[in-house]
Each structure stands twice: as structure tokens, then as C-alpha cells.
Nanobody, 120 residues
Framework: VQLQASGGGVVQAGGYLRLSCTAS?????MGWFRQAPGNEREFVAA????????TYTDHVKGRFTISRDIAKNSMYLQMNSLKIEDSGVYYC?????????????????WGQGTQVTVSS
């Protein structure tokens, strides 16, 4: 299975972006991770296959919303009220099981990443 992430860009603080991730095959739980220069990759959000269960890192709760469209084999991340510290490369990931996870080793497939830059 291949994952294709898109939607990154440059936006001013307080602005918004919507990331998309499309899978080439059937996947179950999916998630978003991000990595800023010099930092380790960190968990952002995850969603189960039905889209009923979601979880977020505290850093984005209330600002980001994860969703998915099973028919389109796609996942989305609506990012509002962006902060400079949200900048980084955002990666989408997918699992072979339904249970969501915030741990990157639990993911079986990874996309190539899309750059998000939030400026002041």
C-alpha cells in the first residue's frame, strides 16, 4: 500500500490548511505525524477505519480535526488557528488493524510527507 500526502504549504500564523492523504489499497486505522527540523517525529492525530474514534496530541486539540472518507480511501487533517510551532513535515501513516495508535512503530505504511510552514 502506498500513501500520498498533499496539501502542505506556507501560511501565516492564525491561518489554516487542509492536508489530505490517499491510500492505494485497503488500510484500517490511520494517523498523522509531524517532524520539525532537529526534532523527533511526533504524533498529531489518529482515526479508526469507521471514523468514529479519534485521538489527538494535546498540542493540537481544539484546533485540528482528523477525518476520513472510506469511499475515497482518504484521510484529512483540517488545521485551524495555526501556530509557528506547528511547522514541520507532516506524514500520513496507516495500520493493518482497526485500533488507533499514537505510537509510530505501530504503523505499517508511511507517506512521503508534506511540508507545512507557518510564518509570523
Amino acid at each position: 500500500v502506498q500513501l500520498q500526502a498533499s496539501g502542505g504549504g506556507v501560511v501565516q500564523a492564525g491561518g489554516y490548511l487542509r492536508l489530505s492523504c490517499t491510500a492505494s489499497g485497503r488500510v484500517y486505522a490511520m494517523g498523522w505525524f509531524r517532524q520539525a527540523p532537529g526534532n523527533e517525529r511526533e504524533f498529531v492525530a489518529a482515526i479508526d477505519r469507521p471514523g468514529r474514534s479519534t485521538t489527538y496530541t494535546d498540542h493540537v486539540k481544539g484546533r485540528f480535526t482528523i477525518s476520513r472518507d472510506i469511499a475515497k480511501n482518504s484521510m484529512y487533517l483540517q488545521m485551524n488557528s495555526l501556530k509557528i510551532e506547528d511547522s514541520g513535515v507532516y506524514y500520513c501513516a496507516a495500520r493493518k488493524v482497526t485500533k488507533i495508535s499514537s505510537a509510530s512503530p505501530g504503523y505499517d505504511f508511511w507517506g512521503q510527507g508534506t511540508q507545512v510552514t507557518v510564518s509570523s
